[in-house]
């Protein structure tokens, strides 16, 4: 299985059905063809430019046609492209940046101000905008008619519960394999359409256009969620699935009203954190089939779904792993959990990362014996259903982005009146979870809650801004000194 080899994904479509709708983007449709005439075209630019087959190059790009294209010409030179969370401030993208030792960076005209920030921070790093990019003279580019499954395709930052953020590997076959993975659990339909309004910069967006290539399936692209544009398309472009968190599910339900979507229609994937009960009974009352998942950047994707055929029988729970998958609960002993009991999630597939970018310790913590420790804690039914109990112990899921306090209390910790500093996650009509803040301060030192705020905001993408501040006297800390988060919620 290690050097498999394959066609290029993107080369392999056009071949085989050149003429099938590939993209609709606003008013655009792009076949699969045109989108490869495309892509080998700015493949060409790229290569003018220096930019060469094993290099990393960074892509701070919103959902775009031009970013599709981006990204499969990446693959046709054979690069790795390192996509950034253009919801990141400077100070985070340059992290990221200076860690994968990427050579180039791709970004919209509307980052001008990052891209100086980050060009001031890493003079080396060659920058281009979109529109620059249109201008090049392409050359005639050197093609990777070819590709082994355990090259790395793409590379997507996902913070740590401890320290800094650490790029996942994604290769070739773990994206092949989620895509394989996810066609055996859904089936593939002949009239499949999926609509993509999460963004490409995160696997949930990403994996839906690998399958779209793999899969010969058009896919309707939105530049943001918008529940009643979401309506419309389903409708008129005859959309059958979609991909969703919590919060645009509950929208959906909410603007639709009285109506009911099309009766082509036939899932949503739900993925970001558990459904509330009242949203998924609401689902059902307007005949909305909702598939619960569980998944990460470190899987590519899904790794646990819940077939339609148990939806009700099982609501609440994540499912069972897809086929390619494997699935255990262990106690804190490394014993296998028995049926109704809590314990740590681990995961095996073929799906599942070969680990973290320049870190071979974390790689070595969380992948044992081929084996990858998520963290979660969850327990599985007599019949092997996944409950997932809690994501990451501290983790805070916020309208399906990941935010882990430890990010928070370190940019507190560096204002010169806090002491300490700790977060956790409070329930939140609109965004399913926010960060709270609980702050010690300094004897003798005035300090505001808008005065900690406007730090944060300087250093923090805006979705990490704790929405809430507890002055107090001290953090609840184990013997070990370690923060038990899990009591500041019990405060909240």
């Not at 399958?211 to 979401?230: K, N, W």
Request: aromatic share 8%; net charge negative; hydrophobic share 40%.
């Amino acid at each position: 299985m290690q050097n498999e080899t394959m066609p290029n994904f993107l080369i392999k479509r056009a071949h085989l059905t050149p003429n099938r709708t590939a993209i609709y983007f606003k008013e655009q449709v792009v076949t699969f063809n045109e989108l490869y005439e495309q892509s080998f075209r700015v493949s060409g630019k790229l290569q003018s430019l220096g930019i060469q087959k094993g290099q990393f190059v960074g892509i701070l790009l919103k959902n775009h046609l031009e970013t599709v294209v981006i990204l499969f010409a990446l693959q046709l030179l054979g690069v790795t492209a390192v996509i950034l969370n253009n919801r990141l401030t400077s100070a985070e993208l340059v992290w990221q940046l200076k860690d994968s030792r990427a050579a180039f960076l791709i970004l919209e005209e509307s980052f001008a101000g990052m891209r100086k920030d980050i060009q001031n921070e890493i003079p080396t790093l060659m920058t281009i905008t979109i529109p620059d990019l249109a201008q090049i003279v392409p050359e005639n580019p050197v093609i990777q008619e070819e590709l082994t499954l355990t090259d790395i395709c793409t590379i997507m930052y996902t913070s740590g519960t401890t320290g800094n953020p650490k790029g996942v590997i994604q290769t070739y076959g773990n994206h092949w394999w989620s895509s394989t993975g996810s066609a055996l659990n859904l089936g593939i339909m002949e009239e499949d359409c999926w609509l993509c309004s999460v963004p490409l910069f995160h696997i949930s967006g990403f994996s839906i256009l690998m399958r779209s290539v793999i899969y010969g399936m058009p896919l309707v692209l939105h530049e943001h969620f918008d529940a009643e544009q979401t309506i419309k398309d389903i409708d008129q472009k005859k959309v059958t699935i979609m991909s969703v968190v919590g919060t645009m599910l509950r929208q959906v339900v909410e603007t639709l009203g009285d109506r009911r979507l099309s009766g082509s229609f036939r899932c949503m994937l739900l993925g970001g954190g558990p459904a509330p009960l009242p949203l998924l009974e609401a689902c059902v009352k307007k005949d909305i089939p909702v598939f619960q998942s569980y998944g990460m950047t470190e899987t590519s994707s899904q790794i646990v779904t819940l077939l339609p055929e148990d939806s009700l029988r099982k609501l609440g729970s994540a499912g069972k792993p897809l086929f390619p998958s494997q699935l255990r609960i262990l106690l804190e002993n490394g014993e296998r959990a028995n049926a109704g009991m809590d314990g740590e999630i681990v995961v095996k597939g073929p799906n599942v990362t070969p680990g973290y970018l320049n870190r071979p310790e974390a790689t070595e913590e969380k992948i044992r014996e081929g084996w990858f420790y998520t963290g979660d804690i969850g327990s599985l039914d007599e019949e092997g259903f996944l409950y997932v109990k809690d994501r990451r112990s501290d983790l805070i899921i916020s309208g399906g982005e990941n935010i882990y306090p430890a990010e928070i209390e370190a940019i507190l910790i560096a204002h010169p009146a806090v002491m300490d500093a700790g977060v956790t996650g409070i329930a939140d009509e609109k965004w399913g979870q926010v960060p709270a803040a609980f702050i010690v301060k300094k004897e003798g030192v005035d300090l505001s809650s808008e005065e900690l705020q406007q730090f944060c905001l300087d250093r923090l993408a805006k979705y990490k801004l704790p929405q809430a501040f507890y002055f107090i006297d001290k953090l609840p800390r184990n013997a070990a000194k370690k923060l038990l988060r899990r009591k500041l919620r019990e405060w909240v």
